[in-house]
Nanobody, 119 residues
Framework: QVQLVESGGRLVQAGDSLRLSCAAS?????VGWFRQAPGKEREFVAA????????SYADSVKGRSTISRDIVKNTVSVQINSLKPEDTAVYFC???????????????WGKGTQVTVSS
């Protein structure tokens, strides 16, 4: 079973940039980032394919976010610039159990890291 641990979440000010990291216990296939704000459903943020050749971004962060991965270190990071109060949420990383792209079901999930953007 793949274990994922997110890090990097913290309190930041609107307009700041933040880089979140996801450390996996073993090599993974596609990895995605999701977020869930209080009272809201979990939503997709970004995803990256097995070797980083393909990426996908939600409209909410497109143009101000970059997802990348280090295959050797088994880590996936997402940077979000120009943070807004609306970006406040618990951010989760998740991995798929297969090679499908675009990714379908994400089978493994981390416990999340809190991002709070003050206005």
């Amino acid at each position: 079973q793949v274990q994922l641990v997110e890090s990097g979440g913290r309190l930041v000010q609107a307009g700041d940039s933040l880089r979140l990291s996801c450390a996996a216990s073993e090599p993974t296939f596609a990895v995605g980032w999701f977020r869930q704000a209080p009272g809201k459903e979990r939503e997709f943020v970004a995803a990256i394919s097995r070797y980083g050749g393909s990426t996908s971004y939600a409209d909410s962060v497109k143009g101000r976010s970059t997802i990348s991965r280090d295959i050797v270190k088994n880590t996936v990071s997402v940077q979000i610039n120009s943070l807004k109060p609306e970006d406040t949420a618990v951010y989760f990383c998740a991995a798929t159990g297969g090679l499908r792209w675009p990714p379908g079901t994400f089978d493994y999930w981390g416990k999340g890291t809190q991002v709070t953007v003050s206005s």
